[in-house]
T-cell receptor, first 117, second 113 residues
């Protein structure tokens, strides 16, 4: 299977702990996105990378959140000092780099479900 | 900012019924529009897309037409099946901002045999 993969699929942690999630995009895709989805809502954009460069961050991404994509391949999303409000599904997506003005279809991974107790 | 509004669910239909899920959007530029589907226990999958006004996206019997004059992208299917039961998300792509996608809240569809 050459789709987007995410690990772990589920994470349960206690409030105040740090957690890290990993995303492996489709290998030839230059862009990588992180979204957060809470129950009954659509995914909300968090941040995206073009290769290793983080080009945009949502205001939703507080200073407790950090994302990296050090070699332009896999990415990690770390949440420090987790809060109960961080409980959500964290989705990763990737897309190829399109021509200027074109639209890139995003391919989503299965997500990591975080539960903060 | 850009946003997507879609009809609230759940929508419950009998098999072979006609489906419409309404979606309207607000955007400052010229976004591309998408419908994604999330089957129980699975990740988001692209169902169809349209990149400019009057384009019709279609897939698996579903279709939606990009209507710029009404800022709408309603999803339709002529005859639903039990296997279509899922959550459907309307979305737009911010073409000027790295193509991040803005999603609606989702509409859950139940199809009864």
């Amino acid at each position: 299977d050459t789709g987007v993969s995410q690990n772990p699929r589920h994470k349960i942690t206690k409030r105040g702990q740090n957690v890290t999630f990993r995303c492996d995009p489709i290998s030839e895709h230059n862009r990588l996105y992180w979204y957060r989805q809470t129950l009954g809502q659509g995914p909300e954009f968090l941040t995206y990378f073009q290769n290793e460069a983080q080009l945009e961050k949502s205001r939703l991404l507080s200073d407790r959140f950090s994302a990296e994509r050090p070699k332009g391949s896999f990415s990690t999303l770390e949440i420090q000092r987790t809060e109960q409000g961080d409980s959500a599904m964290y989705l990763c997506a990737s897309s190829p780099t399109g021509l200027a003005g074109s639209t890139d279809t995003q391919y989503f991974g299965p997500g990591t479900r975080l539960t903060v107790l | 900012g850009d946003s997507v509004t879609q009809m609230e669910g759940p929508v419950t239909l009998s098999e072979e019924a006609f489906l419409t899920i309404n979606c309207t959007y607000t955007a400052t530029g010229y976004p591309s529009l998408f419908w994604y589907v999330q089957y129980p226990g699975e990740g988001l999958q692209l169902l169809l897309k349209a990149t400019k006004a009057d384009d019709k996206g279609s897939n698996k019997g579903f279709e939606a037409t990009y209507r710029k004059e009404t800022t709408s992208f309603h999803l339709e299917k002529g005859s639903v099946q039990v296997s279509d039961s899922a959550v459907y998300f309307c979305a737009l792509s911010d073409g000027g901002g790295g193509f991040k996608t803005i999603f609606g809240a989702g509409t859950r569809l139940f199809v009864k045999a």
